[in-house]
């Protein structure tokens, strides 16, 4: 529904409905996509750090690569949103030595070393719902089974 055919009741209800969502509808060209999954997952604002806005061209990749590894370094337990340059999934991208590096397995390896032979893949735990997120405290190494498996749990 378009906000303008909204009646004064419904829209208060809405905004109501939309915890933490006061800050952010105020700006233009807001992420919709982070609000959903903020609403979805009984988030805040205050559960995540944002980088970037898709505007990746603004900077250079020395410039990136700097912002990159002032995040990875930081100890938090909120979600760590990567959103200058991301691959068609979702996930946090970068080209590194000309090569396009996932900065979740990055983040995992700069902080818990490199992937173990049994294991595949950088996986999100299941209780962070961002696949942009590169905290490395909500990923791990998992299996391509473990992974799947954590989508029903
Ligand atoms: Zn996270």
């Not at 378009?2 to 409905?17: A, I, K």
């Not at 949103?81 to 000309?98: F, Q, V």
């Amino acid at each position: 529904m378009r906000h303008g055919r909204e009646t004064p009741e419904q829209y208060r209800l809405r905004r109501q409905n939309q915890r933490g969502g006061r800050k952010i509808f105020q700006k233009k060209n807001v992420q919709y996509d982070l609000i959903a999954t903020l609403l979805e997952s009984n988030l805040s604002i205050e559960d995540v750090l944002v980088y970037g806005r898709g505007d990746w061209k603004k900077f250079s990749i020395f410039e990136l690569q700097q912002k990159l590894n002032e995040i990875l370094s930081l100890e938090t337990d909120r979600h760590l949103l990567w959103n200058y340059l991301k691959n068609t999934g979702g996930y946090a991208i970068l080209p590194i030595d000309g090569k396009l590096v996932t900065l979740s397995r990055l983040a995992l390896e700069r902080r818990m070393g490199k992937c173990p032979p049994d294991k595949d893949l950088a996986a999100h735990d299941p209780t962070c719902p961002f696949k942009n997120c590169i905290n490395y405290r909500h990923l791990r190494w998992a299996t391509y089974s473990e992974n799947s498996l954590d989508r029903f749990i």
